[in-house]
């Protein structure tokens, strides 16, 4: 059973601001530290999808580190011209494309394009299609959604999800929105607010109305195309 408790500390810096501010706020004795406890009960759930979620400083990224060191996706490098050519060697064309476009990112011409030339929305959807050619099964991925318009983040997360449940991976998406939970539809949900633990009920179903609805808005936004 994953589990964590560790604190954050950090130190006052010696500067006018700072110090007037201590003194404003009567800081002097005030612990400058942040404890987090709680566990993962995965042991005896069979999931692909999970989710850490909650507020910014609730500790997310922390937990994340601390829990899936191994797994943690973040900041990944793109040196090359072409995107396509920054995803594993190992991997031929068609699969590079068709996890292109299984994460909703179904564009030839901007496939070619270098990763800094690409939108925010681009980026993230590579990231996370790179991420699922990694011969690790469990992909732990930060800021999920963060970087992208509410409407495009639900569609995206439609997509994604279905895209990791074709294949045999494991993916955990880390996130401050809990708008995607019902278009992710996670396994289960690591709440940060309060350290509470969830996990989808036995019989739970697809929300079909939701997923016609993305499927179709899905379309109109990324397009299709088959290699």
Not at 83 to 103: G, M, Q, Y
Not at 132 to 152: A, G, H, N, W, Y
Not at 156 to 169: E, L, P, V
């Amino acid at each position: 059973m994953p589990s964590f408790n560790f604190i954050k500390k950090w130190t006052a810096p010696e500067s006018f601001r700072a110090n007037s501010v201590i003194g404003s706020f009567t800081l002097n004795d005030v612990k400058l530290e942040k404890r987090f406890k709680g566990k993962l009960p995965l042991e005896n759930i069979d999931w692909q999808i999970g989710a850490i979620v909650g507020r910014s400083g609730t500790g997310k990224t922390s937990i994340a580190k601390q829990l899936f060191p191994d797994n943690y996706i973040k900041n990944l490098e793109y040196v090359h011209d072409s995107i396509l050519d920054d995803f594993p060697e190992n991997h031929k064309t068609r699969e590079v494309t068709k996890a292109l476009c299984s994460v909703g990112f179904a564009s030839p011409p901007d496939w070619l394009k270098s990763y800094s030339c690409l939108s925010q929305g681009e980026k993230m959807r590579v990231d996370i299609a790179r991420a699922l050619c990694m011969p690790q099964k469990l992909v732990v991925f930060d800021e999920f959604t963060s970087v992208v318009d509410r409407e495009i983040a639900k569609i995206a997360s439609y997509a994604i999800a279905k895209a990791i449940r074709r294949t045999d991976k494991q993916f955990i998406a880390v996130t401050c929105h809990y708008d995607i939970l019902d278009w992710l539809e996670p396994d289960w949900v690591f709440c940060t607010d309060d350290m509470s633990f969830s996990k989808k009920k036995d019989g739970d179903q697809n929300l079909s109305s939701k997923s016609v609805s993305a499927g179709v808005a899905f379309g109109r936004c990324f397009g299709s195309i088959i290699i």
